[in-house]
């Protein structure tokens, strides 16, 4: 019999899983490690922004985070860092996200994969302005509020009739 760690586990797994199957393709599962799994590895196809070597800003619509449940999870939160490039106040330049600082043991492992999406596309609604990780990114997003978010892409697809996607 499971212990209430690897239920949460298993649960989290199904979830995630489920989540990446009604995606409609913008959430890809990449790579798990663990039975059950304790690192994931998620592909967002979604709008975000990168910096060049000239401090342009330029659009990127393929993103790679990876979570990592530690031993006393969901007592104490997952570690996440995206593996690809991005120029986000929420991202460390070592790649770290920066969850803020409270955590719920009740936010699932989905929904924390919904909030990095919301965080990648610049979502107002998710965004904090003391994140401490990149005062850069953050100084662009203040300045650029007009154009934010950069994308709508909710990651779920609503289950209508065929011919009939909608987003949400």
């Given at each position: 019999?499971?212990?209430?760690?690897?239920?949460?586990?298993?649960?989290?797994?199904?979830?995630v899983?489920?989540?990446?199957?009604?995606?409609g393709?913008?959430?890809?599962?990449?790579?798990?490690t663990?039975?059950?799994?304790?690192?994931?590895?998620?592909?967002?196809?979604?709008?975000?922004?990168?910096?060049?070597?000239?401090?342009?800003?330029?659009?990127?619509n393929?993103?790679?985070?990876?979570?990592?449940?530690g031993?006393?999870?969901?007592?104490?939160?997952?570690?996440?860092?995206?593996?690809?490039?991005?120029?986000?106040?929420?991202?460390?330049?070592?790649?770290?996200?920066?969850?803020?600082?409270?955590?719920s043991?009740?936010?699932?492992?989905?929904?924390?994969?919904?909030?990095?999406?919301?965080?990648?596309?610049?979502?107002?609604?998710?965004?904090?302005?003391?994140?401490?990780?990149?005062?850069?990114?953050?100084?662009w997003?203040q300045?650029?509020?007009?154009?934010?978010?950069?994308?709508?892409?909710?990651?779920?697809?609503?289950?209508?009739?065929?011919?009939?996607?909608?987003w949400?």
């Open positions: 019999m499971a212990n209430p760690r690897e239920r949460r586990l298993l649960s989290d797994f199904e979830k899983k489920n989540l990446v199957s009604e995606s393709g913008t959430l890809k599962l990449i790579k798990t663990g039975n059950p799994p304790t690192s994931y590895t998620v592909e967002y196809h979604c709008p975000g922004i990168d910096i060049n070597s000239s401090d342009q800003v330029f659009l990127r393929l993103h790679q985070a990876e979570f990592n449940l031993l006393n999870y969901p007592f104490e939160k997952p570690t996440a860092r995206m593996l690809t490039p991005i120029f986000n106040p929420h991202v460390f330049s070592s790649g770290a996200i920066c969850l803020g600082s409270v955590w043991p009740t936010e699932t492992l989905d929904n924390l994969i919904l909030r990095i999406g919301a965080l990648i596309q610049l979502d107002p609604k998710v965004l904090d302005e003391k994140s401490p990780a990149n005062v850069t990114a953050n100084l997003v300045k650029n509020r007009q154009k934010l978010p950069l994308g709508t892409i909710g990651f779920k697809v609503a289950k209508t009739p065929p011919n009939r996607i909608q949400f």
